[in-house]
């Protein structure tokens, strides 16, 4: 069975500040890896994703995640935080292609990302 | 390219009624998910429907069911409706057959159920 832990379920930073927003999966293979965000009263809207190749993802909004393995973790950052990335941000992870548990996605409990002026 | 949709976007039933949610997968799609998002919570996977047959199925009980139709749309159904079932319901569409999209999933707005 696959888990997704994230770490610290409120995140403040001050507008200009380094955003971190830690996850840590548990699984016996390494998983197909996702970030999501999801703004109030809306849908979740993905920033970016792992599947394989290079270990550093870049996604939507200046957001950037690296897959590592030994670690098991898969940590979202933004150098230089802005006010419109205030919203909740979830880590999920899916089964590789083939398995029975491909693009069935386990979320984590989420992390609510709050920018300071 | 329209995106997914679901219908209606709140909802209010009492305890032991029924409910039926929609959802219309992205243009391109064959498989529509449901995800149950209790507030303050992640979203947790309900089932999943792929060319019209349920094809992997959470931790939910049997009142849970839901039917995929030939246009890849699909509904979700709550029987026995219970106060814990208060929650947004999130469809989410993708394209199984399409392996380098790593079962990159398209979540629609979510349908906010309330049960009294």
């Known amino acids: ?117 | 390219e329209t995106g997914v949709t679901q219908s209606p976007t709140h909802l209010i039933k009492t305890r032991g009624q029924q409910v039926t949610l929609r959802c219309s997968s992205q243009s391109g799609h064959n498989t529509v998910s449901w995800y149950q998002q209790a507030l303050g919570q992640g979203p947790q996977f309900i089932f999943q429907y792929y060319r019209e047959e349920e094809n992997g199925r959470g931790n939910f009980p049997p009142r849970f069911s839901g039917l995929q139709f030939p246009n890849y749309s699909s509904e979700l159904n709550v029987n026995a409706l219970e106060l814990d079932d208060s929650a947004l319901y999130l469809c989410a569409s993708s394209s199984q057959t399409s392996g380098l999209a790593g079962g990159e999933q398209f979540f629609g707005p979510g349908t906010r159920l309330t049960v009294l």
């Open chain 1, 1 to 117: 069975a696959q888990s997704v832990t994230q770490l610290g379920s409120h995140v403040s930073v001050s507008e200009g500040a380094l955003v971190l927003l830690r996850c840590n999966y548990s699984s016996s293979v390494p998983p197909y890896l996702f970030w999501y965000v999801q703004y109030p009263n809306q849908g979740l809207q993905l920033l970016l994703k792992y599947t394989t190749g290079a270990t550093l993802v870049k996604g939507i909004n200046g957001f950037e995640a690296e897959f590592k393995k030994s670690e098991t973790s898969f940590h979202l950052t933004k150098p230089s935080a802005h006010m419109s990335d205030a919203a909740e941000y979830f880590c999920a992870v899916s089964g590789r292609a083939g398995g029975t548990s491909y693009g069935k996605l386990t979320f984590g409990q989420g992390t609510i990302l709050t920018v300071h002026p």
